[in-house]
Each structure stands twice: as structure tokens, then as C-alpha cells.
């Protein structure tokens, strides 16, 4: 169908909406070459809370991109009731016939700091950039700031061994992708 979910924001507390409010959100985008009338899509979290629904014809041109935000107070009737947990969960969007569109699933979010879709369709951490071209966030270096802070070897019977790291960095989030042990 061509419409994705493109970028996450868990935990915001810099991009403020009206009325002083910092919500979560959601963006979608239209990755097809025609118009996309959204009425009847639905987007869900794995809460069981109640769906999000587009109730009215909604155009969305090809490659253009809409963001949905979570309802604090009142309702603009572009906003979702659910909420996003920064622990980690799950955002399905659905087509008007309950079909699954697209999905994302979710550890534990930055404040600040999006899960932002690329366009060959991976994920990475981005800079929240709502409704423009998702952009990758600055990391720290490995090489610099990783440290293995803490190990457990040889714990008590029925316990895992465990391994825990420390970014030495004070402002920078650290990549682990492609690290191995």
C-alpha cells in the first residue's frame, strides 16, 4: 500500500505542541506514487487501549508525511489517546479493513531522540524531525566512550552471568550496532 509508520518520538520533552504540552508521536508517510485517503486506518499499541481512528477523509500526497500525536488534553482530531511506553512497545497500523499495514516494535527510548525509519526501511536513532526527512542522530565513538564497567562470571547457581557497559560520554547516546563479545 505504501503508507509506513516513519518516525517514533517515546519520550519528548523538547517539541512542544500547543498549550505547552510535550506528547508523543507518531509520523506516518506515503512511500506510494498515488493519493492516499486515510479514513478508516487505524493505528494501535500492544496496551489494548483504544485505536486511533482516521474518521475523516484524510489526503495524504505521495511522500508526503503526517504526524499523529498523543492526546494530553482535548482533541484536535489528529491526536491518539493510547500513549507510547518508553519502556518499549509495539505500534500497529492497520488499513480500513483490519488488515496489517506496517508495525514497529520497540525496546527502551531516549528522551529526545526518535526511532526514525530509513528509506531502505531499517531503523536507527534519529533526531526528532516531525514532518520532514528523518535525520540521524550524532553518537558517540565506541573506541572512546565504551567501557565494560561490570561483570558477573560466575554467579550463584540458576543465575545468568551478565555483562554491563558504561557510555563515558555525558551528552552523547552510543551505538552498539554491530558490537560483538
Keep these: 500500500e505504501g503508507l509506513v509508520i516513519n518516525e517514533i518520538v517515546a519520550g519528548n520533552r523538547t517539541i512542544e505542541k500547543a498549550g505547552g504540552l510535550f506528547p508523543d508521536w507518531i509520523e506516518l508517510e506515503n512511500r506510494s506514487n498515488s493519493t492516499l485517503n486515510l479514513k478508516g486506518y487505524r493505528l494501535r499499541d500492544e496496551s489494548g487501549r483504544s485505536d486511533y481512528v482516521f474518521n475523516q477523509d484524510t489526503e495524504l500526497q505521495p511522500m508526503q508525511r503526517m504526524v499523529v500525536w498523543q492526546s494530553l488534553a482535548g482533541s484536535d482530531g489528529n491526536e491518539f489517546s493510547f500513549g507510547l511506553d518508553r519502556e518499549g512497545d509495539t505500534v500497529v497500523l492497520l488499513n480500513p479493513q483490519g488488515s496489517r499495514v506496517d508495525a514497529v516494535s520497540f525496546g527502551r527510548q531516549l528522551f529526545d531522540y526518535s526511532l526514525s525509519r530509513g528509506e531502505s526501511n531499517h531503523w536507527f ?57
Design 125 to 181: 536513532l534519529g533526531e526528532p524531525s516531525p514532518g520532514a526527512p528523518n535525520m540521524t542522530a550524532g553518537t558517540a565513538s565506541l573506541v572512546d566512550s565504551l567501557r565494560i564497567n561490570e561483570i558477573m562470571a560466575n554467579p550463584l547457581p540458576g543465575e545468568d552471568d551478565w555483562l554491563e557497559l558504561l557510555n563515558l560520554n555525558a551528552t552523547l547516546p552510543l551505538s552498539l550496532d554491530g558490537l560483538h563479545f
